[in-house]
């Protein structure tokens, strides 16, 4: 997948809510350091289910990683709280943005800063940085947040995660209900971020083009189980997955589980 070492690690995760919803079973992955990893597939495969184990937000949802390991460079994170992550630079940002609606952007995005302990200087550093990424932002910066775009809010969610100094951000459905022309210029900033900042992404997406364009490397979710994994580019090519997952083949899309032919991949063990 890549020569750089791997940054986090997740080991054939089983996961259950109410103690006995099974929602992940058995998934296996990798994201480099400085790398963009893309968790794909349709509403309720598991990619949300996935982000909230790696973070540890599980129990706010009544769920819990049942088996497997999660390793954070080679640390096992699932006992971590939420804040103990962030502390090692891991942020999540959450699907639907959620701002502090009641908040301007400008302070949404000090509270991101809130764990900082580096002093007021380096903290307006990196909100001149973030401005520097998201140029709408400060023109809207004394705006209520409940009163801003949805495109502005998923930047302002974005830019509150930065604010963190983060060496992961595990974004969720960052898509989602946003125009096509949004879409293409939060992807952009993502990979801006990533090739400038050298922030790690892992990302939830349904939207499968949009994602493969972007990612460097991309795992399909079904069910709860890892069903394909690849280089992005090769899965965009795939024709398969075209057929699937991207609706350029007759008939709409399908799921793996209805075509014979199709033989899962051995998934990634630890």
Not at 161 to 179: K, Q, W
Not at 220 to 247: C, P, Q, S
Request: glycine content about 10%; overall charge positive; proline content about 3%.
């Amino acid at each position: 997948m890549s020569t750089s070492p791997s940054l986090l690690r997740v080991n054939s995760i089983e996961v259950i809510y109410n103690h006995v919803i099974l929602v992940l079973k058995g998934v296996s992955f990798s994201v480099p350091e400085g790398g963009i990893v893309a968790l794909l597939g349709g509403n309720g495969a598991g990619k949300t289910t996935t982000l909230r184990a790696v973070s540890n937000l599980l129990r706010g949802e009544r769920g819990e990683v049942t088996k497997g390991t999660i390793e954070l460079r080679d640390e096992r994170i699932e006992a971590l709280t939420p804040a103990d992550l962030v502390r090692r630079g891991v942020i999540q940002v959450m699907e639907g943005r959620h701002c502090f609606a009641h908040l301007s952007i400008e302070e949404n995005l000090l509270a991101g800063a809130y764990t900082r302990r580096d002093g007021k200087v380096a903290v307006a550093e990196t909100l001149d940085k973030v401005y520097a990424y998201f140029p709408r932002l400060k023109t809207r910066r004394g705006s209520q947040a409940a009163y801003t775009s949805g495109g502005e809010q998923q930047m302002c969610a974005i830019g509150r995660a930065l604010m963190a100094n983060p060496r992961m951000v595990l974004l969720d459905e960052p898509s989602m209900g946003l125009a096509p022309q949004v879409v293409d210029e939060v992807f952009s900033i993502v990979r801006d971020l990533n090739q400038k900042e050298r922030v790690t992404f892992l990302l939830a997406e349904q939207n499968t083009s949009m994602a493969l364009r972007y990612a460097d490397f991309g795992y399909i979710l079904e069910n709860g189980r890892v069903v394909m994994e690849g280089l992005a580019g090769e899965l965009a090519t795939n024709e398969d997955v075209k057929e699937f997952y991207l609706g350029l083949a007759s008939g709409g899309r399908k799921s793996f589980r209805d075509v014979k032919h199709y033989r899962r991949r051995k998934r990634w063990l630890s």
